[in-house]
């Protein structure tokens, strides 16, 4: 059974920048959606952003667009987000996913993911 382990969290003031990486270790050609999600303190669970595992199509939520990047390194089997300009509200626990065969464009839902990671933590301070 294919397992998600995230690491790159930590704690940055407002302003600096964080790579967070999920390692995947099921086929690395395997077509599927790879996301990130996060749940802020006391808030609900959302999606972040997403990455087909073939194609290489990328998906971003609004409120991250321009500062999140998404990528794949398949001969690794991993998938990164950069993050920069972090910004107080970005604060939350961040969760890696693996999903459907195909990426839903910037509509995230949770019952499309089926493999989840442990979450790594990420904490901006003013």
């Known amino acids: 059974q294919a397992q998600l382990v995230e690491s790159g969290g930590g704690s940055v003031q407002a302003g600096g920048s964080l790579r967070l990486s999920c390692l995947d270790s099921g086929s690395p050609y395997e077509r599927k959606c790879i996301g990130w999600f996060r749940q802020p303190p006391g808030k609900e669970r959302e999606g972040v952003a997403s990455?087909?595992?073939?194609?290489?199509?990328?998906y971003y939520a609004d409120s991250v667009k321009g500062r999140f990047t998404i990528s794949r390194d398949n001969a690794k089997n991993t998938v990164s987000m950069e993050m920069i300009n972090l910004k107080p509200e970005d604060t939350a626990m961040y969760y890696c996913?693996?999903?459907?065969?195909?990426?839903?464009?910037?509509?995230?839902?949770?019952?499309?993911?089926?493999?989840w990671g442990q979450g790594t933590q990420v904490t901006v301070s003013s």
């Open positions: 990455i087909h595992t073939i194609g290489g199509n990328t």
């Open positions: 996913a693996a999903g459907a065969p195909y990426c839903r464009g910037a509509i995230f839902r949770e019952s499309d993911f089926g493999v």
